[in-house]
């Protein structure tokens, strides 16, 4: 039987808390940084080079197989949009159990439990920055121009993790009750691939446009991505503001929901 009932957390008490303690998140990040690449002869270049090889297939085979054409280069359209959407399916698959998989520390040591989805996202973020690298030595090598508008990439970069953070937050938090979620996510993902303009562009969706901008809140992400880089992408100032209001709604979730079952959810570990 499922037992909800527990004492809350205020949440004025919650983001005090999380905010005392914001000095273990960097920390736990290093950890599973190291740990994750310890044993690892190229280290952090297996997960730079895992993304550019699977957006280099897809470029060869949508220039050569099926033929998808761009006002711009294809092989950097596909690279940019599959950079970031790696960035955020990495972080949102490790960040679903982030809570189980800390149970060590977590049933017996008192902490934001808030803090444990966002490690994930913060350990992957040096092979983000070095990938995000790539696509602009890729752009220098294929001839496309360089704007001021590459500013907006750290913008893009950070809106990216704060969604794979707070969608992570929610979902960890589910998996604690319900061991299947991580499979839902797996499954979500596979099909959220082609359900966001990371291989094709905006216009091409047609009447599915609306849904994919409001319905996604990675499409924002990515629009902006592309604006970065082309100083162009379809509709990019709603799908940006689409995917603001859905971090605003994510994080008000969050926040709610570890105040009602952060302590309830660690007797469960």
């Known amino acids: 039987m499922l037992d909800l009932r527990g004492e809350k957390t205020p949440a004025r008490l919650l983001l005090r808390d999380l905010w005392r303690e914001r000095g273990l998140l960097p920390m736990l990040a290093a950890k599973d940084f190291h740990a994750r690449y310890r044993s690892a002869s190229l280290g952090v270049l297996w997960s730079v080079f895992l993304p550019i090889l699977q957006g280099a297939v897809l470029a060869i085979v949508f220039t050569k197989v099926v033929k998808i054409s761009t006002p711009y280069?294809?092989?950097?359209?596909?690279?940019?949009?599959?950079?970031?959407?790696?960035?955020?399916?990495?972080?949102?698959?490790?960040?679903?159990?982030?809570?189980?998989?800390?149970?060590?520390?977590?049933?017996?040591?008192?902490?934001?439990?808030?803090?444990?989805?966002?490690?994930p996202a913060?350990?992957?973020?040096?092979?983000?920055?070095?990938?995000s690298g790539v696509v602009v030595l890729l752009m220098l090598a294929l001839g496309v121009?360089?704007?001021?508008?590459?500013?907006?990439?750290?913008?893009?970069?950070?809106l990216t993790v704060a969604l794979a953070i707070a969608l992570s937050a929610l979902v960890t938090l589910a998996h604690v009750y319900f061991r299947d979620?991580?499979?839902?996510?797996?499954?979500?993902?596979?099909?959220?691939?082609?359900?966001?303009?990371?291989?094709?562009?905006?216009?091409?969706?047609?009447?599915?446009?609306?849904?994919?901008?409001?319905?996604n809140p990675m499409t924002g992400a990515i629009q902006l991505v592309r604006y970065a880089v082309f100083r162009q992408a379809d509709s990019v100032g709603p799908a940006v503001l689409s995917s603001v209001a859905w971090l605003v709604v994510l994080s008000v979730a969050a926040v709610l929901a570890y105040r009602r079952h952060?302590?309830?959810?660690?007797?469960r570990l």
């Open 73 to 119: 280069s294809y092989p950097v359209f596909v690279l940019s949009g599959m950079v970031t959407w790696s960035y955020f399916s990495s972080s949102l698959t490790t960040g679903a159990t982030a809570i189980v998989d800390a149970s060590a520390i977590a049933s017996k040591v008192y902490f934001p439990r808030l803090i444990l989805p966002a490690v």
């Open 122 to 131: 913060l350990a992957n973020l040096p092979s983000y920055a070095i990938s």
């Open 145 to 158: 121009g360089i704007s001021p508008a590459i500013l907006l990439l750290p913008l893009a970069m950070a």
């Open 181 to 215: 979620v991580r499979y839902v996510v797996q499954a979500t993902l596979m099909v959220a691939l082609y359900a966001t303009p990371v291989i094709y562009p905006l216009d091409r969706a047609k009447g599915l446009r609306p849904l994919l901008i409001w319905g």
């Open 262 to 267: 952060e302590r309830v959810a660690v007797d």
